[in-house]
């Protein structure tokens, strides 16, 4: 089966900075991997997707940038704004299959 | 708007007393599935739905049930609830195919706690 983990459980980083969050995986076959946003009370939300045939994507101020070497994909916010705060899940797919296993999440806070 | 709507949103229960949480989605997807949130766990999938009368176990379906009688609703059941399945509940749609198969939509949550 595939395993996820995150590298961090809380990132901390001031506004206007740019944010790094990372996310391990397990099973080389995997194939589609997102990146969710979870806001406080609220259920996880689509920020940005990539393939395994691509290692970079980019969306509105959001990079996901995906290595098959290492197994490892991040995914980067630019000019780190307050309503960034959230928890951030890495998301993946293998085989296709329609089972995403999910990573245990990475809290981002933005300070002022 | 399309969504994924949830109900109840907060409930406390004692435990062996039955319950059902239901789950309705606008969009015609196919796909439904039902997620628990457990700090430090992250998303564990507890069963899913890839059309009508077609359901599966999915990591954690221990004390669960689902039906899938309608293609919008996919109600999660807990005969005899039990304190261990006090969390936080996500149900979760999506489309099988064409542009955003896989991209799952998330209710906004159902905050369970069996005493």
């Known amino acids: 089966g595939e395993s996820v983990g995150l590298h961090l459980p809380t990132l901390s980083v001031q506004e206007g900075d740019n944010s790094i969050i990372n996310c391990a995986y397990s099973n080389s076959a995997s194939d589609y991997f997102i990146w969710y946003k979870q806001e406080s009370g609220k259920g996880p939300q689509f920020i940005i997707d990539?393939?395994?045939?691509?290692d970079k994507r980019q969306g509105q101020r959001v990079t996901v940038l995906l290595n098959k070497t290492v197994k490892h994909l991040s995914l980067q916010i630019a000019a780190t704004q307050p309503g960034d705060s959230a928890v951030y899940f890495c998301a993946i797919l293998t085989g296709g299959g329609n089972k995403l296993t999910f990573g245990t999440g990475t809290q981002l806070k933005v300070e002022l | 708007e399309a969504q994924v709507t949830q109900n109840p949103r907060y409930l406390i229960t004692v435990t062996g007393k039955k319950l059902t949480v239901t789950c309705s989605q606008n969009?015609?997807?196919?796909?439904m599935s039902w997620y628990r949130q457990d700090p430090g766990l992250g998303l564990r999938q507890i069963y899913y739905s890839m059309n009508v009368e077609v359901t599966d176990k999915g990591d954690v379906p221990e004390g669960y049930k689902v039906s899938r009688k309608e293609k919008r609703n996919f109600p999660l059941i807990l005969e005899s609830p039990s304190p261990n399945q006090t969390s936080l509940y996500f149900c979760?749609?999506?489309?099988?195919?064409?542009?955003?198969?896989?991209?799952?939509?998330f209710g906004a949550g159902s905050r369970l706690t069996v005493l």
């Open positions: 979760a749609s999506s489309p099988l195919g064409g542009s955003g198969a896989n991209v799952l939509t």
């Open positions: 969009m015609n997807h196919e796909y």
């Open positions: 990539i393939r395994s045939n691509m």
